[in-house]
């Protein structure tokens, strides 16, 4: 299991005309299987998506497809951690 972090580092206003094509992006990884949960951070200086992957090589190649990461507006913090506990209706997320 992988948390992605993305942190902007320009101002809103720079990121809301790549929205769009990112969310396309998010659907993308969601119908892959890959994403599990994603959202925004409060405050809004970027989101957090929970990814499901075999390697931390896999998120990183699949995080290049994202307009934010490939148009350098984020900063991209990958942190793999391994589930040992989890609500019941999210059992799937334990290994």
């Known amino acids: 299991m ?10 809103f206003s720079e990121i809301e005309p790549f929205m769009a094509e990112h969310m396309a992006f998010v659907e993308k990884g969601y119908a892959s299987g890959h994403f599990l949960a994603s959202g925004r951070k409060v405050p809004r200086t970027g989101g957090l998506i929970f990814c499901k992957a ?14 934010f990461v490939y148009q350098d507006l984020v900063e991209l913090r990958i942190t793999e951690f391994v589930t040992s506990r989890a609500v019941e209706n999210m059992t799937g997320l334990v290994e």
């Open 54 to 67: 075999a390697s931390q090589a896999e998120v990183e190649e699949l995080m290049q497809e994202d307009p």
């Open 2 to 11: 992988f948390l992605i972090e993305l942190t902007y580092k320009v101002p």
